[in-house]
Nanobody, 126 residues
Framework: QVQLVEFGGGLVQAGGSLRLSCAAS????????MGWFRQPDGKEREIVAA????????YYADSVKGRFTISRDNAKNTVYLQMNSLKPEDTAIYYC???????????????????WGQGTQVTVSS
């Protein structure tokens, strides 16, 4: 079992920055590919960024490429999402997710992920 808890959401003005953290419990964090998803109000949940278990392979959605950075610290069982140059359209509930895997790959598919956090609200005002 993996339990995930997100931190760091809040209200920020357009152009500002936030850093989300996701702390994982359990001994399988190092065997988990991780992803950050978001769900704007009334819309589907979408992939934002993903990182493999070693931290040497990442993916970003086109909408956040160049502004967001995903990283992980396996010693601390934590994955991060640094969000810069935030825009009002980044407003959403952000979720971290874990996918147990023995490969070095990552996944962009929501249904591939086994565990989810409760979500944290990010609101960007214009």
């Amino acid at each position: 079992q993996v339990q995930l808890v997100e931190f760091g959401g809040g209200l920020v003005q357009a152009g500002g920055s936030l850093r989300l953290s996701c702390a994982a419990s359990g001994r399988t964090f190092g065997a988990s590919a991780m992803g950050w998803f978001r769900q704007p109000d009334g819309k589907e949940r979408e992939i934002v960024a993903a990182i493999n278990r070693h931290g040497d392979n990442t993916y970003y959605a086109d909408s956040v490429k160049g502004r967001f950075t995903i990283s992980r610290d396996n010693a601390k069982n934590t994955v991060y999402l640094q969000m810069n140059s935030l825009k009002p359209e980044d407003t959403a509930i952000y979720y971290c997710a874990a996918r147990l895997t023995f490969t070095s790959g990552l996944s962009l598919i929501r249904n591939d992920y086994n565990y989810w956090g409760q979500g944290t609200q990010v609101t960007v005002s214009s």
